[in-house]
């Protein structure tokens, strides 16, 4: 242990009176933007299961947990403490321990075992889930490897948004995936919400007559009437800017967070996990790395061109316009955007003919594009996709 990871430690356990009776502190396993990750031992757990051949008078003898664990040759348990920041505000720290309250038997999803509080300090504690690091593995996964991995998410996906919540931060540091388990767990429930908890309505949810009227009547459609064609953006707006929410990390936004779309639901979490599986078929982490939400938008741009992304911000009552040349109408397809990722869009050097993407690879581009779609509302959802063939040849 690093020696600024033993004093950070050290202060935690200073501060927080009485956590070291229950816990010995080992690493530092995560620096996030709303919390510090420990790795620790839990002091006060009973293996029960690894203690039965115990004498039970010999047992009273015995006055510390440790130095019960250290005679009984028992499994030490590890845990994971999560300390939150003391500057998010108490109604998130509530949220996020409630919600994994709701979420405790649910698959896949790392159970809360219990929480504390020291005065302005709250850590939650979770079971320690080995994993590896995204980074280390995930441009030798195989294609079999990828449907094993989604077949793991989509299982939480599926428990988590079966109880209408919406994680709201999908991407592979929230995900803990053992591979050679083939298994992982999701964490990090700290921008998560319940389904409809928004506020406005949001043309997404209008019939189609209903929309085309409120666009015919806009600001946008007058400024147009008006001959006006180079309709600039406005320099003294004066309509309120739309809000909604739009935690959740930049690369992994479905195009309706971006938009501004109030009336989100669990189908961002599944764009998401297409941004993952996008960046595995391209072996690229990150895949996009934009500066703020316009630049995000602009990178989808890049890839589904300028008539879709005019299509879907009417969906949500927005209008999409750019003047950079370099943005194609119609966009790119996915596999060549993969072939180029991969360096193989170059012609066969012996045959002269295109390389083509490996077949099994074509079937999860066409899964991809499932995940990938930028209609919220004819996503696939985590239910369809565990049946989808791609994923359902993981459970053969
Ligand atoms: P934050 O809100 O700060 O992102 P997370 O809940 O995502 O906090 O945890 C941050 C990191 O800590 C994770 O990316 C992971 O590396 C590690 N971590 C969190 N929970 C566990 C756990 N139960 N087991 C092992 N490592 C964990
Ligand atoms: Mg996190």
Redesign the pocket.
């Known amino acids: 242990v690093e020696d600024s990871v033993a004093e950070d430690m050290a202060r935690f356990e200073e501060s927080f009176i009485g956590i070291n009776k229950k816990y010995r502190l080992i690493n530092r396993?995560?620096e996030?933007?709303?919390?510090t990750?420990y790795k620790a031992e839990d002091l006060q757990y009973d293996d029960f299961q690894n203690r039965w051949d115990i004498d039970e008078r010999e047992n009273t003898k015995w006055s510390s947990p440790s130095h019960r664990r250290r005679q009984s040759k028992s499994r030490p348990r590890y845990v994971?403490i999560?300390k939150i920041y003391v500057t998010s505000s108490p109604i998130r720290i509530f949220n996020e321990l409630e919600l994994l309250h709701d979420l405790k038997n649910s698959e896949s999803v790392?159970p809360l075992i219990t929480a504390f509080r020291h005065l302005d300090q709250v850590v939650a504690i979770?079971?320690?889930?080995q994993?590896r690091d995204f980074r280390e593995y995930f441009r030798d996964m195989t294609v079999s490897d990828i449907r094993l991995y989604f077949r793991s998410l989509f299982t939480a996906l599926r428990s988590v948004h079966a109880k209408r919540i919406l994680h709201r931060d999908i991407k592979p540091?929230?995900f803990?995936y053992n591979p050679q388990q083939a298994r992982g767990v999701l964490?990090?429930f700290?921008l998560a919400e319940r389904e409809g908890t928004d506020w406005h309505q949001c043309a997404c949810t209008l019939s189609t007559e209903e929309r085309r009227y409120r666009i015919s009547h806009s600001v946008y459609a007058a400024t147009l009437n008006s001959g006006n064609q180079h309709s600039s953006y406005p320099k003294t707006d004066t309509r309120s800017s739309r809000r909604a929410n739009r935690a959740g990390t930049r690369g992994f936004r479905a195009p309706e967070v971006l938009l501004k779309c109030t009336q989100q639901n669990t189908s961002i979490d599944m764009w998401s996990a297409g941004v993952i599986l996008f960046t595995l078929l391209s072996r690229r982490f990150p895949f996009f790395h934009s500066a703020d939400d316009i630049d995000a938008l602009l990178e989808i741009t890049s890839i589904f061109g300028r008539k879709k992304m005019r299509e879907i911000s009417l969906l949500h009552g927005q209008v999409f316009e750019t003047n950079i040349p370099s943005y194609s109408d119609g966009g790119h397809s996915l596999e060549k955007i993969i072939l180029w990722c991969t360096g193989r869009s170059q012609k066969d050097e012996k045959t002269g003919k295109k390389i083509e993407l490996q077949d099994e690879e074509k079937e999860a581009v066409q899964f991809l594009y499932r995940l990938m779609e930028c209609d919220p509302a004819k996503r696939i959802t985590a239910e369809e996709a565990l049946r989808h063939s791609f994923i359902a040849k993981a459970f053969e």
């Open positions: 396993i995560g996030g933007t709303f919390s990750v994971a999560k790392c979770l079971p320690y889930f994993h540091t929230n803990l964490v990090d700290g």
